[in-house]
């Protein structure tokens, strides 16, 4: 058995890591609002994502959804049975090529994603209450730029 003691290793500090510190705050709002909507309404932090989607974007495939979402393709399969299988999710022949399903969100599921909408609107509100509207407007600059910077990554 060899001594590693000695060794030097590279350190990683997540707390200053960028990847861990936006993972944990995006858990840590993520879940802030989905105790409420979980409570209220018997959804998953994945299903009110999928929901969220299909209220802005109608008729997509699921794989649509899991790439809007960046969620796991799995994830996202068995968020949309829950919601189907609950009836706020429907599934249609899509009306450009009948091989392909699209998603919609049925009545019931309107009537959910008007309630949770505005609550998760005003819980944003709250937590950008803490930054000056000068930041407000950096924060969404850098957000928007790390973003284009990772799917340029992405695609090489």
Do not use: C
């Amino acid at each position: 058995m060899t001594n590693t003691s000695h060794v030097e290793h590279h350190v990683l500090e997540l707390e200053r890591f960028l990847p861990y510190r936006l993972s944990v705050l995006s858990n840590t709002v993520s879940q802030a609002i989905a105790e409420l909507y979980e409570r209220r309404f018997a959804l998953s932090i994945t299903e009110w994502r999928v929901m969220a989607v299909l209220g802005r974007y109608e008729d997509l495939s699921a794989r649509e959804v899991a790439e809007r979402t960046a969620m796991d393709k799995v994830a996202v399969s068995r968020a949309l049975a829950r919601l189907i299988e609950a009836g706020r999710v429907r599934r249609l022949t899509a009306t450009h090529d009948k091989r392909q399903s699209v998603l919609r969100l049925t009545p019931k599921g309107w009537k959910v994603y008007d309630e949770v909408a505005p609550l998760a609107l005003e819980h944003e509100r709250r937590l950008l209450a803490h930054l000056d509207a000068d930041e407000q407007r950096w924060l969404t600059r850098i957000l928007d730029k790390l973003w284009q910077a990772e799917l340029e990554e992405i695609a090489r």
